[in-house]
């Protein structure tokens, strides 16, 4: 990392306060992410019986045609408390910029002015990176896995009973949702070696060197975040290999420009 310069030690120096101070700051910040929280959940909660039918659009379109094309429930409150489950997820989703923001405002004064250029990029691309994890399940990995375990219904008639399947309101949609934040998650992955690499813990020789047992590792990770099936492990194993090598390409770009910039540095102290 590059040495903070005078400048910067007494502008983090400007902003040190007393911990009653830094406690009273943190309330606020957590006050000001409950507010956003739950006008996003209010707003979700609103539309939560669109939003939940735009998750149920890769059921509907496999089962299109069948008499089992509709969702079921047995217990009274089932239905409710998805809409309640479908209003937080959304909730977490929408309000995650402005709980973010309030994160970066309590967290950035206490870093200098090189940290806060260094970090933010990571910050930025942590949503696009959980979004394009989410819409990966949505757009694949959902589809394909409705089909696949579709396929195992059985038409009665020839002396064989009858396998139908009747999709649970409340189970379907926490299966979706576990996999949009196992997969948003894990797709964090880039940012995570990426930052390790920014402040010299992990090399780029020493993750091309450690890949074979980094994938290993990935497998289980998949295995954790997905349903208990090889199926779904496999559509999270893949990515996650493909953003592993990413990874490794994010920390070579990294180790060049901090060679570029000590080698600038040097040349300014020998000029001088």
């Given at each position: 990392?590059?040495?903070?310069?005078?400048?910067?030690?007494?502008?983090?120096?400007?902003?040190?306060?007393?911990?009653?101070?830094?406690?009273?700051?943190?309330r606020t910040r957590l006050i000001w992410a409950m507010?956003?929280?739950?006008?996003?959940?209010?707003?979700?909660?609103?539309?939560?019986?669109?939003?939940?039918?735009?998750?149920?659009?890769?059921?509907?379109?496999?089962?299109?045609?069948?008499?089992?094309?509709?969702?079921?429930?047995?217990?009274?409150?089932?239905?409710?408390?998805?809409?309640?489950?479908?209003?937080?997820?959304?909730?977490?989703?929408?309000?995650?910029?402005?709980?973010?923001?309030?994160?970066?405002?309590?967290?950035?004064?206490?870093?200098?002015?090189?940290?806060?250029?260094?970090?933010?990029?990571?910050?930025?691309?942590?949503?696009?990176?959980?979004?394009?994890?989410?819409?990966?399940?949505?757009?694949?990995?959902?589809?394909?896995?409705?089909?696949?375990?579709?396929?195992?219904?059985?038409?009665?008639g020839g002396g064989a009973i009858g396998i139908e399947l009747q999709a649970k309101?409340?189970?379907?949609?926490?299966?979706?949702?576990?996999?949009?934040?196992?997969?948003?998650?894990?797709?964090?992955?880039?940012?995570?070696?990426?930052?390790?690499?920014?402040?010299?813990?992990?090399?780029?020789?020493?993750?091309?060197?450690?890949?074979?047992?980094?994938?290993?590792?990935?497998?289980?990770?998949?295995?954790?975040?997905?349903?208990?099936?090889?199926?779904?492990?496999?559509?999270?194993?893949?990515?996650?290999?493909?953003?592993?090598?990413?990874?490794?390409?994010?920390?070579?770009?990294?180790?060049?420009?901090?060679?570029?910039?000590?080698?600038?540095?040097?040349?300014?102290?020998?000029?001088?």
């Amino acid at each position: 990392m590059i040495p903070p310069s005078p400048e910067d030690e007494a502008a983090l120096e400007a902003t040190k306060a007393p911990l009653m101070e830094h406690l009273l700051e943190l309330r606020t910040r957590l006050i000001w992410a409950m507010v956003f929280f739950s006008i996003s959940f209010g707003i979700c909660f609103y539309f939560s019986g669109a939003i939940l039918q735009f998750l149920a659009v890769p059921l509907h379109k496999a089962l299109a045609g069948q008499s089992n094309n509709h969702f079921i429930y047995t217990a009274l409150t089932e239905v409710f408390f998805t809409h309640v489950k479908v209003a937080m997820f959304g909730g977490i989703c929408l309000g995650f910029p402005a709980i973010a923001a309030q994160l970066w405002i309590f967290v950035a004064p206490g870093l200098y002015k090189h940290e806060r250029r260094a970090f933010l990029p990571f910050l930025a691309w942590t949503p696009v990176l959980f979004i394009m994890g989410a819409a990966f399940v949505y757009y694949v990995t959902l589809p394909a896995a409705i089909l696949f375990f579709e396929s195992y219904q059985i038409t009665p008639g020839g002396g064989a009973i009858g396998i139908e399947l009747q999709a649970k309101v409340s189970e379907y949609l926490d299966m979706v949702m576990a996999l949009m934040i196992g997969f948003g998650l894990t797709f964090q992955l880039p940012v995570l070696i990426s930052l390790l690499g920014k402040v010299g813990i992990v090399a780029a020789k020493g993750l091309r060197e450690t890949r074979r047992f980094a994938y290993v590792g990935l497998f289980g990770v998949a295995g954790i975040f997905t349903p208990q099936d090889a199926f779904s492990m496999l559509s999270l194993a893949v990515p996650l290999v493909a953003l592993y090598e990413i990874s490794i390409l994010s920390v070579m770009l990294i180790e060049r420009e901090r060679k570029k910039q000590d080698a600038a540095r040097n040349k300014d102290i020998v000029a001088s």
